[in-house]
C-alpha cells in the first residue's frame, strides 16, 4: 500500500488493499495470543459486532486487576509506550488507552478483523492550541476502527472503554450517548497506523507533519500535532478579518474569535491612518523648512 494512503486522515476505503493492509500485524502487534476458549467463543461469533464484544470482554476480564486506572504512576513512567501487544498481555498491567489499542488490534486481526491505530487530539484541547491558549501536556485518545464485514463499512471502537460507534466522522470524532472518556466526548484523528511502531505522520486540516519515525514516542507525534495546529491559527488570522461578521460565524468561527477578529483590524486600521498622519506631518514640516 502506498505510504500517502496510509497516512491520510480521510475516510477509509473498503478495498480489499486497505482491509488487507490493516488485517497484517505492524511492528508492536504481532500476534501472541493462544487461548482455545476463546477460539470457541468466536467461532460461534456470526457477526463482526458480536466478535468486537467478545474481545472487549475477554480483554477486560483478563485485565481487570491491571486496568491503568490502578497501575502506579512509577509502572507507567517505565513501561509507557515501551512494549508491544504480547509483552503488555504478559505484563499484566495496563499502563493507558494505547496498550489497550495495541492489544485490542493484535486480538482483532487473529480473528479476522482489519483494524486500524488511531491516534487523535482531545477537540477542546486542540481548540485552545488553535487559540495559542495550551503549549502544555497533551490530551487525546487512541481508538482503533475496525473494518465491519456485515455492514461493509469501518466502524470506530475505543478498547479502552469497550464502547464502539458505528457512525462516525473520521475528520473530527463525536462520541454519543454516555460514550466519553474521562468526561470528553469529541476527539480530532492526526494519526493512523497498524499501531505506534511504525513510522507515523501527523495529519490535520489537510496539513502534514514530516515523518517522525517509530521510536514509540508519542510525544513527538503530540507536538507534530500542535505544529500542524498553529500552523493553521497562522493561516486563519489573514482570512478572519476580510470576512464580515456575518461571513466569519457562517465559516464556523466562534464569538471570541470574530471579536478578536475586528480588534485586530481596528488596530490595523488605526495603524495605517497613525502612519498617513505621520507622513502628512513630514511633509508640512518640509514646506516650512
Known amino acids: ?8 486522515l480521510e475516510e477509509l476505503g473498503t478495498d480489499e488493499e486497505t482491509r488487507q493492509h490493516y488485517l497484517e ?31 472487549y470482554r475477554y ?27 504480547g509483552q503488555i498481555w ?28 488511531l491516534a487523535t487530539a482531545e477537540a477542546g484541547f486542540a481548540e485552545e492550541v488553535l487559540q495559542g491558549k495550551n503549549d502544555g501536556m497533551h490530551s487525546g485518545h487512541a481508538f482503533c476502527e475496525c473494518y465491519d464485514a456485515e455492514q461493509k463499512k469501518w466502524v470506530l471502537a475505543d478498547p479502552m472503554a ?19 472518556v474521562a468526561g470528553k466526548k469529541g476527539f480530532i484523528p492526526y ?41 493553521l491559527a497562522e493561516e486563519k488570522k489573514p482570512e478572519i478579518t476580510k470576512l464580515t461578521k456575518t461571513e466569519l460565524k457562517e465559516a464556523g468561527f466562534k464569538e471570541e474569535e470574530v471579536v478578536k477578529a475586528e480588534k485586530i483590524e481596528r488596530t490595523r486600521e488605526e495603524q495605517e491612518l497613525e502612519q498617513l498622519m505621520q507622513e502628512e506631518d513630514e ?4 514646506i516650512d523648512d
Open 1 to 8: 500500500m502506498e505510504i500517502d494512503k496510509i497516512r491520510a
Open 191 to 231: 494519526a493512523r497506523v497498524r499501531d505506534i511502531g511504525e513510522n507515523m505522520y501527523a495529519s490535520i486540516g489537510g496539513r502534514q507533519s514530516e515523518i517522525l519515525g517509530n521510536d514509540l514516542d508519542t510525544r513527538k507525534y503530540n507536538q507534530a500535532m500542535r505544529d500542524i495546529l498553529r500552523g
Open 59 to 85: 480483554i477486560h476480564t483478563k485485565k481487570l486487576f491491571g486496568h491503568a486506572a490502578f497501575t502506579p504512576k512509577e509502572y507507567k513512567a517505565e513501561h509507557k509506550f515501551k512494549r508491544n501487544a
Open 283 to 286: 511633509r508640512a514640516r518640509r
Open 90 to 117: 504478559e505484563g499484566k498491567r495496563m499502563t493507558g488507552c494505547t496498550d489497550y489499542a495495541l492489544v485490542f488490534a493484535a486480538i482483532a486481526r487473529k480473528y479476522g478483523i482489519p483494524t486500524t491505530f
Open 25 to 55: 500485524a505492524g511492528p508492536m502487534t504481532a500476534e501472541f495470543l493462544n487461548d482455545p476458549k476463546l477460539d470457541a467463543k468466536m467461532a460461534k461469533a456470526k457477526t463482526t459486532q458480536q466478535k468486537i464484544k467478545i474481545i
Open 162 to 180: 469497550g464502547l464502539s460507534e458505528k457512525e462516525y466522522d473520521p475528520k473530527k470524532i463525536k462520541l454519543t450517548g454516555f460514550h466519553n
